[in-house]
Structure formats: structure tokens, C-alpha cells
């Protein structure tokens, strides 16, 4: 091999294995499809997972839709003040929230918090042979430790996008009203007039795509963790960064999506 | 009766099973010596298919493990990890009986709780222990609440892997005593990897050695003293000379 050749074998190489890594992480997926829908039904795992997905994460969420919303408020300001254009902080901080910021920082916080400790715990039990022990035990891990924690995510995100946008939506008002001496009524029409249900709808759809992908990615490379504290350390990392990549992703797509229908 | 038939298995370029054979008799208490890194514990997950061999056959009572209905097939055993592997997230009780409260040996929640408590006094736990999480247990405790486990649905067969590791030399003897005592009284066929010889005497019945992926010797627990096999020997002593490499 040559010192031209190298790096083209080396970008060979990464391309090979990613592809690998995506075959891999598609199998995973259509296995965890093919067991949603087989018995039994562990409902007491989908309410744990619902309680920590979707309820414990509420406080994140809130927080960072509010400051974003506050955020967003101040910043189109500021732009539009440049052309005249002030008024239209309502519309803009409503369409940004709705379509594109709440659904994407809702997704990236719960990849943050849910993807990272599910990848941590699962990994955890494949070292100490907890997943082995579930085998012996009769129970297949597919459908005790994956299944509820997807099902929680596909359930609970979009729920958590809804609350985000509102409060995102919120804080844009807070401050518009609040700094900016926008009138309350106003304010509240200009935001509801201007947002429209498919907004809505594509909203929750993604909700819906991120928090499987956050879920599954947690699953996924708990399950294929390596050995140790640095194997779970490894996976945890890598379930974030392939969450967040995904997500990102997946927002481009739906987007494009969207917009074409 | 359980039968491995010339069994391999490699991991990449490490060939851990190069053709294990070995027969356990149904009610016999079989424990397999060796090595760190010998491949005890493949040949044992192996066996419930938690490792799939590259070739060879597996069978439990004539029934091919590898195509056996998978539930049924399970139900017939019964195992201490380890380390353990009790559930961090469920008290212990639940860890016990985790069987009893799901599948096809679904109990209602009390009779589980009920079968779970006496377990764990026939492995000398109290009935206090049943509601507290695993994390507060020590080490023994957590290897008897694992024997609990192992033994909960009465299986016919029960696997102990390194039973005793991590164990003070009378917590080991305790855990020696009850898994024979078990045994015994359940009348169950039981396959066991250790490293400690104090352990194989006081379990076993029949001792296999494995070696280089293959089983070096098998025997009677009475004939391992004087069975004239240089490795078994070896190991069996402790030596750091002899025909198995010791690495300095």
C-alpha cells in the first residue's frame, strides 16, 4: 500500500464500518418491531419506563424550552428591528418552537438524559450477567429490557415535545411581554392565529421518531457493550452521539418531508 | 443425562473449544477444573445457549439444545452466576422467585412470595432479607440469594459457576455445604466450574479437567489423587512447574 493509497484504504475502512454499524442497528430495530408485538406484555417495565422517560424528564425539558423560547424571543427582536420588522416575534417564535426547536431540543435533552442512562444501566447488567441470568430465567431481554423502553419513548416524547412547544411558547411571551412591551392579547392572538395543525402534527410526529431513536440507540449499544467499566463507559458515549447524530438527521429528513406535502 | 459431542468454539484467533466431549449422568454432581481463560464457562453457557458453538452437538436427555423449544428447555435448569447477576432494581424476594412471576410457571404474587421466603431460609436467609435490594446484601448473602434463585422452580438440572469466588474460606465452606446438601435433596443433576479444590471435593462426584480446549481428564472425584495425569496433577497442587504454562 502506498502513501496514496492509505488514506483512501482508511476512508474505505470508516465508510465499511459504518455502513456495518447502520445493517447492525436496522436488524436491531426491526427485531425490537418484530417483539412489540409477541407475548407477554411486561406493562409493570412500560410504566417504569414511562415514569423515567417521560414524567422524570419534564423539568429538563420545561427549562430548556422556556430559556430558548426567552431566547428566541430577544433574538428576533433584535434581527427584525434591523428592517421594521419587530411585530413579528410572535409568529416566528411559534413557528421555531413548534417546528423546528421544541421537537429537535426536546429530542437532543432526552438523548442527554434518557439514551445515556438507559445504555449505562443496560450495559451495567450485560457486565454483571444480568442479561445472561434473564435468558436462564426463561425471559428473552428483547422483550423485557428493549420493548418497554422504545414503547415509553415512541409514547412519551411526543407528549414532551406538546409540553416543550407550549412552554418554549411561553417563554417568548414572558419576555416579549415582560421586556419588550408587547401587548399581552395581542401577543397570544398573533401566536394562535399563525400556527397552523399540521405545525402541530409534524411536531409530534418527530417527537414521536426522535424518542425511538433515543430509546432504541440506548438499547442498542447497552446490549453491545464491551467488558468493564471502560466497556460501559464506551457505550454509553457512543448511544449519546449516536442518538443526537440520528436525531439531527432525522429532523433534516422529516423536515423535507413536511414541507413537501 | 447432558452430552457434549465434540463441541468448538473460537472467539476470532482464540480457539477456547476445540472439541470438548463430556457426559454428565442424570443425578450426578460433575465439576469441570482448569485454568483462567480455559473455556469452563463457554462450555457451560454452552450448554443453555447463552454461547452458540461453531460446531458439535449438545444434548440434554436426547434433546438437541440447539433446537429444543427454548422455554421449555430453560425450565428445566437452574443457575448461580458468578458474580451473582441478581437484579439491582427488584427487592430480593422478587429476584427469587423472578421465575415464579412470569411465563408459563406464573404463580399469583403471594404463593410466589411465599415459595421466594422459604428459599431463602433453606439457603439460611431470614425472611427480613426478602424485601431489601441486592445492593444491601454482602457478598454471601448475595450468592446464597442466588442459590435461592437457582433453585426456586425445582429444575432438574443446576449449574454453579465459580460458586465460591470472592468468598471468605468459611462463607465458601457454608455455600460448598448447601450446594451439595441441595443437590443431594433435590435429587438434581448439577454441573459446576470451579477453581477451588476445596470445592471440588465437596461437591463433586465426577471431575473433569479442561485443557487446552479439550477435556484432559475426567474421573471419579475419589480417583483425581491418584489419577497419574501430569496436568491434572499440576493443577490439582498448585505447582507453578509442570506441563501447564504458567505465566510469571
Given at each position: 500500500m502506498t502513501i496514496l493509497t492509505r488514506p483512501l484504504a482508511s476512508l474505505g475502512a470508516a465508510a465499511l464500518n459504518l455502513l456495518a454499524a447502520l445493517g447492525r442497528i436496522s436488524i436491531y430495530a426491526f427485531s425490537t418491531l418484530h417483539h412489540i408485538f409477541r407475548r407477554p406484555f411486561y406493562l409493570r417495565e412500560l410504566g417504569i419506563a414511562i415514569l423515567n422517560v417521560g414524567w422524570l424528564s419534564l423539568p429538563v425539558v420545561g427549562l430548556t424550552a422556556v430559556f430558548t423560547g426567552g431566547a428566541l424571543a430577544l433574538q428576533i427582536y433584535a434581527g427584525g428591528a434591523r428592517f421594521n420588522a419587530e411585530a413579528v416575534v410572535p409568529q416566528i417564535v411559534a413557528i421555531g418552537m413548534v417546528r423546528e426547536l421544541g421537537p429537535v431540543l426536546v429530542g437532543l435533552m432526552i438523548a442527554a438524559r434518557v439514551t445515556s442512562s438507559i445504555a449505562a444501566e443496560i450495559a451495567t447488567m450485560k457486565v454483571t450477567e444480568q442479561i445472561d441470568a434473564l435468558v436462564t430465567l426463561s425471559t428473552h431481554p428483547m422483550q423485557y429490557l428493549t420493548v418497554p423502553r422504545v414503547l415509553a419513548g415512541l409514547i412519551c416524547v411526543p407528549v414532551l415535545v406538546g409540553v416543550g412547544d407550549v412552554i418554549g411558547i411561553l417563554g417568548g411571551y414572558l419576555v416579549a411581554t415582560g421586556t419588550l412591551e408587547f401587548n399581552s392579547t395581542t401577543y397570544l392572538v398573533n401566536t394562535f392565529d399563525f400556527l397552523e395543525p399540521r405545525d402541530v402534527f409534524s411536531s409530534l410526529a418527530k417527537g414521536a421518531v426522535f424518542g425511538t431513536i433515543a430509546t432504541l440507540m440506548g438499547c442498542y449499544y447497552g446490549m453491545n457493550s464491551g467488558r468493564g467499566a471502560q466497556g460501559v463507559g464506551a457505550a454509553t458515549k457512543g448511544s449519546v452521539e449516536a442518538a443526537a447524530i440520528l436525531i439531527l438527521a432525522a429532523n433534516f429528513v422529516l423536515t423535507g418531508v413536511f414541507f413537501s406535502i | 443425562m447432558i452430552t457434549l459431542a465434540n463441541v468448538k468454539k473460537s472467539f476470532g484467533n482464540n480457539h477456547v473449544l476445540q472439541g470438548v466431549n463430556l457426559e454428565i449422568a442424570r443425578g450426578t454432581s460433575m465439576v469441570i477444573i482448569g485454568g483462567s481463560g480455559t473455556g469452563k464457562s463457554v462450555a457451560l453457557k454452552s450448554v443453555l445457549g447463552l454461547v452458540t458453538p461453531d460446531s458439535g452437538t449438545i444434548t440434554v436427555d436426547g434433546q438437541d439444545a440447539a433446537t429444543a423449544e427454548r422455554d421449555a428447555f430453560l425450565a428445566r435448569f437452574g443457575m448461580l452466576f458468578q458474580g451473582g447477576a441478581l437484579f439491582d432494581s427488584l427487592p430480593v424476594w422478587q429476584n427469587v422467585a423472578f421465575r415464579l412471576m412470569r411465563g408459563a410457571l406464573k404463580r399469583p404474587k403471594e404463593e410466589a412470595r411465599e415459595i421466594a421466603i422459604e428459599k431463602l431460609r433453606r439457603v439460611g436467609l431470614k425472611p427480613d432479607v426478602a424485601d431489601r435490594l441486592p445492593a444491601e446484601l454482602s457478598g454471601g448473602m448475595q450468592k446464597r440469594v442466588g442459590l435461592a434463585r437457582a433453585i426456586a422452580a425445582e429444575p432438574e438440572i443446576i449449574f454453579f459457576d465459580e460458586p465460591t469466588t470472592g468468598l471468605d474460606p468459611i462463607m465458601s465452606g457454608v455455600i460448598n455445604d448447601l450446594i451439595r446438601e441441595i443437590v443431594v435433596e433435590m435429587g438434581a443433576t448439577a454441573m459446576t466450574i470451579t477453581h477451588d479444590m476445596t470445592s471440588v471435593r465437596a461437591i463433586a462426584n465426577n471431575v473433569a479437567m479442561l485443557h487446552d480446549g479439550v477435556i484432559q481428564w475426567s474421573g471419579a472425584v475419589a480417583d483425581m489423587d491418584h489419577a497419574g495425569d501430569p496436568y491434572l496433577e499440576q493443577f490439582i497442587h498448585g505447582?507453578?512447574?509442570?506441563p501447564i504454562e504458567a505465566v510469571r
Open positions: - | 505447582r507453578a512447574d509442570g
